[in-house]
């Protein structure tokens, strides 16, 4: 029996949850945010089945966006990072790219590039720091900037910023970054560009021109606790995890399980092993406790994550087997539940996956179980 780890992605729930999201912003275009591999999701399935459903692409890094273009993604590209060296710019026009310049070396790779003007013309962004202090220009500079670049700053500039705090639904932080930001720029007369998913949901004047849609299009709540009530929002699983049990074992009463033998049985127990652990991305840290579905009832971790296995106390299910799915988040098990158990968030769980957990697409069209 070949190994049956496999993350599912339903490419249909992707795209209701992207069209869920432009309904809270009909008048603004959608940047659809495919970096890390489309949050584990598959950067190339991804875009290949929501291309017709936003305006734009945008990854973190040149790698990600050569990679789409290498599979035949033809959409313009935001590269979010902006460029790490002078030689990337080259590629603006050839590989139909977009920078997001947030500091002065960055406008020396500009400058470093022959017909510059020409060339970069409706392919700039620029990010501004209003409060998250990571990237960007510092927002009293955006005068001085414009007036020193002009060549840059013209009608086809969008303006950017990010929110530290959007994922807090009523956060003042959030609300301070975006009126500090709506002053400096609102009246400019660029294009502006606030909102990420929660932004989007939550954050009515984080709504502008553009909107950056991430982790909300995979089926994961972008809040840290919920959405506000007047906003809520059912977002459809994209991501259904699953592996099978590859063992079964009575141990009794006082023995334990794993390495380091953390877990103790507290009376005679019935333990599944299932093929996932660390290695395939399943957090080393997860806790005993961390919730797992088996044959419609939620089991329990015990024991330490190792490298390909975890272990689960199924000691109260009925006509468990070798054999058995296992699902590790998905459709009958939100994948914040678990990240909750973890102390982690829904993000890094999708995005940690590796290589070794198939990928299998679903869509009413028909499945796609090529590899990525």
């Known amino acids: 029996m070949s190994r049956q780890t496999i993350a599912t992605i339903n490419l249909d729930a992707v795209t209701s949850n992207l069209i869920a999201l432009q309904g809270y912003a009909k008048q603004s275009k959608t940047v659809a945010v495919i970096k890390a591999n489309a ?16 305006d734009m692409f945008a990854v973190a890094i040149l790698q990600e966006a050569l990679e789409l273009r290498a599979s035949g993604i033809t959409l313009p590209i935001l590269v979010l990072q902006g460029p790490h060296e002078s030689p990337e710019v080259a590629h603006t ?21 022959s017909s510059t003007e020409a060339s970069l013309d ?18 009293d500079s955006f005068a001085k900037l414009v007036d020193d670049y002009p060549q840059y700053f013209t009608p086809n500039t969008v303006i950017a910023t990010h929110l530290a705090c959007a994922d807090e639904a009523n956060s003042e932080h959030a ?18 560009s606030i909102a990420n998913s929660a932004g989007t949901i939550a954050h009515k004047d984080a709504r502008q021109d553009f909107n950056r849609i991430g982790i909300a299009m995979y089926g994961s709540s972008p809040f840290s606790v919920q959405a506000p009530a007047n906003q809520a929002l059912v977002l459809k699983p994209v991501m259904h995890l699953q592996a099978k049990i590859i063992a079964l074992r009575t141990i009794p009463k006082g023995d334990t399980v794993g390495y380091g033998a953390t877990w103790k049985a507290p009376r005679q127990s019935t333990i599944a092993t299932v093929a996932i652990g660390y290695a395939d991305g399943y957090p080393r840290h997860a806790p005993t406790g961390t ?21 689960f106390d199924v000691t109260d299910l009925q006509n468990v087997e070798v054999g058995d799915n296992v699902e590790l988040w998905g459709d009958t098990l ?34 796609d179980n090529s590899p990525l």
């Not at 190339?44 to 459903?53: E, F, P």
């Not at 026009?93 to 590039?113: R, V």
């Not at 609300?175 to 294009?191: E, H, M, N, P, V």
């Open 39 to 54: 949050y584990g999701n598959g950067a190339v399935k991804i875009a290949q089945h929501i291309q017709a459903h936003c």
């Open 93 to 113: 026009l050839e590989q139909n790219l977009h920078w997001m310049i947030h500091n002065h070396t960055q406008l020396g790779f500009l400058d470093a590039l």
């Open 122 to 139: 409706g392919r700039l962004w620029f990010k501004f720091d209003s409060g998250m202090h990571r990237l960007g220009f510092a927002l």
């Open 175 to 192: 609300q301070s970054q975006i009126d500090a930001f709506l002053k400096c720029a609102q009246t400019s007369g660029f294009a502006l």
């Open 291 to 311: 919730p797992a579905m088996c044959n419609g009832h939620r089991i329990a971790l015990v024991g330490r994550v190792s490298m390909d296995m975890i272990t």
């Open 334 to 367: 939100s994948i914040n539940d678990v990240a909750e158990h973890i102390g982690t968030i829904g993000y890094e769980l999708m995005t940690r996956l590796s290589s070794r957990v198939k990928r299998r697409y679903f869509c009413a069209a028909g499945n």
